[in-house]
T-cell receptor, first 113, second 114 residues
Framework: DAGVIQSPRHEVTEMGQEVTLRCKPISGHDYLFWYRQTMMRGLELLIYFNNNVPIDDSGMPEDRFSAKMPNASFSTLKIQPSEPRDSAVYFC???????????FGSGTRLTVV | AQSVTQPDIHITVSEGASLELRCNYSYGATPYLFWYVQSPGQGLQLLLKYFSGDTLVQGIKGFEAEFKRSQSSFNLRKPSVHWSDAAEYFCAVGETYNTDKLIFGTGTRLQVFP
C-alpha cells in the first residue's frame, strides 16, 4: 500500500489566492482527517469524515476554509482567499474501523506570502 | 475534556544513553493512548498504542511505553538511543479504540549527540 498520499508537498501562493490541498487515503479506510500543524498551536484537527460524510468541522478556523470528500479515495481542503496566517503544514490522515491509530500523509507545507 | 501534556519541549541525550519522554493525560475513563514520531519533513508515524491489558506495551524501533493509571501517565522509553531517533515525539489520547478524534500533545523534540 502506498500509504496516505498528499499533494502538493509544497505550495507557495500569494495572499488572496485560492489554494487546494489534496489527499488520497489508504484504500479501505473509512475515516479521513485533516490536521494543521504550526509552531504556535501544534497539531490541530480541522475536520474529519466518516464514509465520505463530514462529521465534525468545528476545528475549521473560518469560512475561508472548506473541505470535501466526493468519494472514498479523494478529499480536498480549500482555502479561499488565503492569508499569510494560513501558512502551516497541513496533514491528512486516514483510519480504518479497527481503530488502530491513524496513518498520516507526508503533509503539504503551505506558505502564503 | 480530555487533554494531553508533554512537559518537556526539548530533550538532549547522548547516543547510547537511555531515554524517557513524559506524557500525562486527563480523562475520566480508561483512555486509549498513542505515541507518534515525526522526522523532519515527514508525517507522523505510529510507534505504539495502548488500549487495554498489559500496561507495558512494545512498539517499533525498540520503544516501549508504560501506562500508569495512578499517575495518569504514559511515558515512552528506550534503553539505548540511536542518532536516528532524533525527531519530534507526540503523545495522543482518544476516548475509545474506535475514537473519532485523537488529541495530541504539543510534542517533545529529541536531539541526540554522538
Amino acid at each position: 500500500d502506498a500509504g496516505v498520499i498528499q499533494s502538493p508537498r509544497h505550495e507557495v501562493t500569494e495572499m488572496g489566492q485560492e489554494v487546494t490541498l489534496r489527499c488520497k487515503p489508504i484504500s479501505g479506510h473509512d475515516y479521513l482527517f485533516w490536521y494543521r500543524q504550526t509552531m504556535m498551536r501544534g497539531l490541530e484537527l480541522l475536520i474529519y469524515f466518516n464514509n465520505n460524510v463530514p462529521i465534525d468541522d468545528s476545528g475549521m478556523p473560518e469560512d475561508r476554509f472548506s473541505a470535501k470528500m466526493p468519494n472514498a479515495s479523494f478529499s480536498t481542503l480549500k482555502i479561499q482567499p488565503s492569508e499569510p496566517r494560513d501558512s502551516a503544514v497541513y496533514f491528512c490522515a486516514s483510519r480504518g474501523s479497527g481503530g488502530y491509530g491513524y496513518t498520516f500523509g507526508s503533509g503539504t507545507r503551505l506558505t502564503v506570502v | 475534556a480530555q487533554s494531553v501534556t508533554q512537559p518537556d519541549i526539548h530533550i538532549t541525550v547522548s547516543e547510547g544513553a537511555s531515554l524517557e519522554l513524559r506524557c500525562n493525560y486527563s480523562y475520566g475513563a480508561t483512555p486509549y493512548l498513542f505515541w507518534y514520531v515525526q522526522s523532519p519533513g515527514q508525517g507522523l508515524q505510529l510507534l505504539l498504542k495502548y488500549f487495554s491489558g498489559d500496561t507495558l506495551v512494545q512498539g517499533i524501533k525498540g520503544f516501549e511505553a508504560e501506562f500508569k493509571r495512578s499517575q495518569s501517565s504514559f511515558n515512552l522509553r528506550k534503553p539505548s538511543v540511536h542518532w536516528s531517533d532524533a525527531a519530534e515525539y507526540f503523545c495522543a489520547v482518544g476516548e475509545t479504540y474506535n475514537t473519532d478524534k485523537l488529541i495530541f500533545g504539543t510534542g517533545t523534540r529529541l536531539q541526540v549527540f554522538p
